[in-house]
């Protein structure tokens, strides 16, 4: 039996690209209450049964790009939590997958251990754990099972590259992914005693020999495509079998 | 004439020790509606006619340390401005400063410039430019003058030290100052149309001989002394002369 029921579900999502194929699946139209003022974009509906939102960082509007980073992934987690109170919040989007911890592109990955930051460096004593975050993630190894999903940590940053400073940090952390928001919506989850994992599918490989740029840009339509079926598929799970 | 009459200001501060020093001589005391659920700790009062708010990031109840760097910062400076709307947000503390730009131990700083981030590398067109930031700062140089303050481009990231591909970064956007806190603070002041500046202290030196953790910890209390100091005078001169 599950210790924590689910029937309504956040996800958050940093770019327009990853989202337009679940917000079309599940046929989510945009609410009355739209954060306002605010350049995040939220989509709903219901989907077997549960209430699902996913919540869209947006748009810069200076430079017309996605709201990729941990500031809006704070910031939109908090508004909706706040304003949705969800059962459980899933940071999903693409990611960088690591060859050494036998990731290949397209491979689906749900978050495992604790969400860490790899560009979060206090070297002083207590402040150096709370730099590295450590903010749990929900158990969700069965749904793993179910979805044939690989599991690993989740380490984040607000870069898309990654030097030395950071490679080693994600090495002490036994990272299998590098993203650019999750363990910033843990924060906020953990904050507010909100249930969190990740869902993840690797676009390109940070210890491969591509360029990650190139990669990214060239794997982005797969990849998306397979969180979307990924989602829709953990959607009806959740609700099916809630959070261990 | 000042271009933006200002009767009340909220400081956003990571550290206690940052906070202390100015809550004492202000004599703020904690409202009754601290922010439910978070470590967030807000102090209240007038000064000189002018309503202040000093807004403290709190503490990480599982390490018991300060609540610095971007995620605390954004959250709070978003309450702070939600539930009080005040006329300008000044990020305070204290900062690395650079020899190279003139600055010495126990300089005061307004922020001049943009505010920008030295670990937000995104090489892609369009997103390179949205990573760096480039929020605005209010013209405060005035204010600096009656303060006999320098005046810099302050740059931020969520690491105390500085590897070479952070300096290169700061170099690049001219920074005086190196702080965490105070372009993700600008990031939201800029989303809701509030008025912006930091005010910093150095502490330490960014390409000074000094081990960076040995110096701050060796000049906090004189830095946050100068902070306060600083500030006390700074509100009532906002009270009279505005933003230009």
Redo the contacts between chains.
């Keep these: 039996m599950a210790k924590v029921d689910i029937s309504s579900v956040a996800v958050v999502m940093a770019m327009r690209a990853e989202a337009a194929p679940l917000i079309a699946s599940l046929g989510l139209v945009e609410p009355d209450d739209q954060p306002a003022?605010?350049?995040f974009r939220w989509y709903e509906g219901r989907h077997r049964g549960v209430s699902v939102i996913v919540a869209v960082n947006g748009v810069?509007p200076?430079?017309?790009?996605d709201g990729?980073?941990?500031?809006p992934a704070?910031?939109n987690s908090?508004l909706v939590i706040e304003r949705r109170r969800p059962d459980v919040v899933v940071s999903a989007g693409t990611a960088g997958g690591f060859t050494s911890k036998g990731g290949e592109v397209g491979d689906l990955y749900l978050s495992s251990g604790d969400l860490v930051?790899h560009?979060?460096?206090?070297?002083?004593a207590?402040?150096s754990?709370?730099?590295v975050g450590?903010y749990p993630c929900a158990d969700v190894d069965h749904l793993a099972r179910r979805l044939d999903a690989k599991t690993g940590v989740v380490s984040t940053?607000?870069?898309?590259?990654a030097?030395d400073?950071d490679l080693d940090l994600m090495a002490v952390n036994d990272a299998s992914l590098k993203d650019m928001e999750a363990a910033?919506v843990a924060?906020?989850c953990w904050?507010?005693?909100t249930p969190f994992f990740a869902v993840k599918v690797i676009a390109d490989l940070v210890d491969g020999p591509a360029d990650t740029?190139e990669e990214f840009k060239l794997n982005l339509t797969m990849a998306t495509g397979r969180l979307s079926a990924a989602l829709v598929e953990l959607v009806p799970l959740l609700a099916e079998h809630g959070l261990d």
Tied chains: 1, 2.
Excluded: E, K, M
């Design positions: 003022q605010l350049p810069d200076r430079y017309d790009v990729i980073g941990t500031n704070v910031l908090w930051f560009d979060h460096r206090i070297p002083i207590g402040f754990d709370y730099g450590h940053g607000n870069s898309l590259d030097p400073v910033a924060w906020v904050l507010s005693g740029v």
